[in-house]
């Protein structure tokens, strides 16, 4: 079993940036995909980032390309999510997730593992 837990949410006006880590304990040997997905509410859980631990390749939900970078420190088993020119509509709790298989998937239902999730809220 892989523990996540989230940290570096919090306020911030629209065009700011925030960034948002993830530190993985107990099996973290299964831990080849890491990423982010976020939840507005009201809405569905949706697919932001992932990146895969063996070979670095990075996926991003067209929404915020150019925005946001996901990055992974293998030693420290974290994952990061830099956030920049943050909108209103990037307002939602943003939960990290892992998954054992190598492809990594944008689909929520792939990741077995799940963090508490952090909030951010960016005002207009």
């Known amino acids: 079993q892989v523990q996540l837990v989230e940290s570096g949410g919090g306020l911030v006006q629209a065009g700011g940036s925030l960034r948002l880590s993830c530190v993985a304990s107990?099996?973290?040997?299964?831990?080849?995909?890491m990423g982010w997905f976020r939840q507005a509410p009201g809405k569905e859980r949706e697919f932001v980032a992932t990146?895969?631990?063996?070979?670095?390749?990075?996926s991003y939900a067209d929404s915020v390309k150019g925005r946001f970078t996901i990055s992974r420190d293998n030693a420290q088993n974290t994952v990061y999510l830099q956030m920049n020119s943050l909108k209103p509509e990037d307002t939602a709790i943003f939960y990290c997730?892992?998954?054992?298989?190598?492809?990594?998937?944008?689909?929520?239902?792939?990741?077995?593992?799940w963090g508490q999730g952090t909030q951010v809220t960016v005002s207009s």
């Open positions: 997730a892992a998954s054992q298989r190598n492809y990594c998937y944008t689909q929520a239902k792939m990741y077995g593992s």
């Open positions: 107990g099996r973290t040997f299964s831990t080849a995909c």
């Open positions: 990146i895969n631990k063996n070979d670095g390749r990075t």
